[in-house]
């Protein structure tokens, strides 16, 4: 099972981006979904999570208030908007997706996630 990022680019500082996270070959329904980041010689960060139904989400604080996570699963979709980027938002985003679940919850730790796909580069700057 993979996962695939798209919607990364170049972006001027206080700009605007929208990550899609789509799988292949399975279904995000019943399952949490995170968005971390790795910026070149740092750990992977948890970014945000969205639970199976959308009513649970949550937020680095590093992001609250400038990032937004959701979902729609009609399309099999996750999304991030990014607004307000700063040159620190520049990193490889990657999504993750959680095993099957009846339980809302989601987690931007990376511990629960089982399928990780490849990673999208955002890069802030002038």
């Known amino acids: 099972f993979q996962l695939q990022a798209s919607g990364g680019g170049l972006v001027q500082p206080g700009g605007s981006l929208r990550l899609s996270c789509a799988p292949s070959g399975f279904t995000l329904d019943y399952r949490s979904i995170g968005w971390f980041r790795q910026a070149p010689g740092k750990e992977r960060e948890g970014v945000s999570c969205?639970?199976?139904?959308?009513?649970?989400?949550q937020y680095a604080d590093s992001v609250k208030g400038r990032f937004t996570i959701s979902r729609d699963n009609t399309k099999n979709t996750v999304y991030l908007q990014m607004n307000s980027l700063k040159p620190d938002d520049t990193a490889v985003y990657y999504c993750?997706?959680?095993?099957?679940?009846?339980?809302?919850?989601?987690?931007?730790?990376?511990?629960?996630?089982?399928?990780w796909g490849q990673g999208t580069q955002v890069t802030v700057s002038t």
């Open positions: 993750a997706a959680d095993q099957m679940r009846l339980k809302e919850r989601c987690s931007i730790e990376r511990n629960p996630y089982v399928s």
């Open positions: 969205i639970s199976r139904s959308g009513s649970i989400t």
